[in-house]
């Protein structure tokens, strides 16, 4: 038999090379594991081309080093959550509390280290009648508020008619706690936003304006003057509480969606 050609001896290298790496024995296949597992290993090309030990396990997504063939092995399957359950009722009756909706994990995320979204949400509510059907008593007392981003969780009109598009009030914010500045929950994390100095814009809508007087509680309507300190309380967090004084009542209410109030 004759010596090979230079060419000749280049083509059996690659297609020796290529065979190596296209239907070698290791790889991930069969071999898909789920979170981080050290015996989940083989001897092949890793992904990143460097011939040795390599991962088929999820963790290897992370530390770069999974075999060559595993995004086709063992394929990312993004995690499936079930649909939004209904808001539950307000924690207390005529008093500002939260609503709760839920949804479940139907299948994890495999294969990847993607995480599942959130399974809980909270909003802002308060139940304006009691279990008697009467309408609970507003007093001018200190104002809740919640973000505008958690009023979706709110009573609307008791009798299915069109919501009052209400008015807005600015005030210039006085002081407030250092728990406002700490709270780090999903939901109350509008909290930080909070300072003193800055103007803020509440927006008072049905159905927490009184049908009676047009008003929300503490939205200081009845102060006498702007120089008046008026109170606040954060929904969701009790310690979250300051004062503040009134700038103006805006009849054409604009809040912006982002980093504005609303009278619960």
């Not at 939004?84 to 299948?107: D, K, M, N, T």
């Not at 109350?188 to 509440?202: A, D, N, P």
């Not at 008026?230 to 509480?241: D, I, K, N, T």
């Amino acid at each position: 038999m004759g010596l090979l050609s230079v060419e000749q001896n280049v083509l059996l290298f690659v297609t020796v090379l290529f065979g190596k790496y296209r239907y070698t024995e290791g790889g991930c296949s069969g071999r898909c594991c789920q979170g981080t597992d050290l015996t989940c290993f083989t001897t092949d090309w890793r992904m990143d081309h460097v011939y040795g030990m390599c991962y088929c396990d999820e963790r290897c997504v992370k530390t770069k080093d999974c075999c060559f063939d595993y995004p086709v092995e063992c394929p990312a399957q993004p995690c499936v959550v079930s649909d939004w359950s209904h808001w539950s009722g307000c924690a207390q009756l005529c008093q500002p509390s939260f609503r709760v909706r839920r949804r479940s994990i139907e299948r994890g995320p495999r294969n990847s280290i993607q995480v599942c979204p959130r399974l809980e949400e909270q909003a802002g509510c308060m139940e304006y009648q009691n279990h008697n059907g009467q309408f609970c008593a507003q007093t001018q007392g200190a104002a809740f508020i919640t973000t505008m981003e958690y009023s979706k969780g709110r009573v609307h009109d008791l009798y299915g008619t069109p919501l009052d598009a209400g008015f807005c009030m600015e005030f210039k914010m006085e002081s407030l706690t250092q728990q406002c500045m700490v709270e780090n929950r999903p939901f109350t994390r509008w909290m930080q936003y909070l300072r003193e100095g800055y103007t803020v814009c509440v927006a008072c809508q049905s159905p927490a304006m009184s049908n009676y007087s047009r008003s929300c509680q503490g939205d200081g309507n009845l102060a006498e003057s702007r120089d008046e300190l008026l109170h606040w309380q954060a929904v969701g967090s009790p310690h979250c509480r300051g004062t503040w004084r009134k700038v103006q009542r805006l009849e054409h209410c604009s809040c912006p969606q982002v980093h504005s109030f609303i009278f619960i």
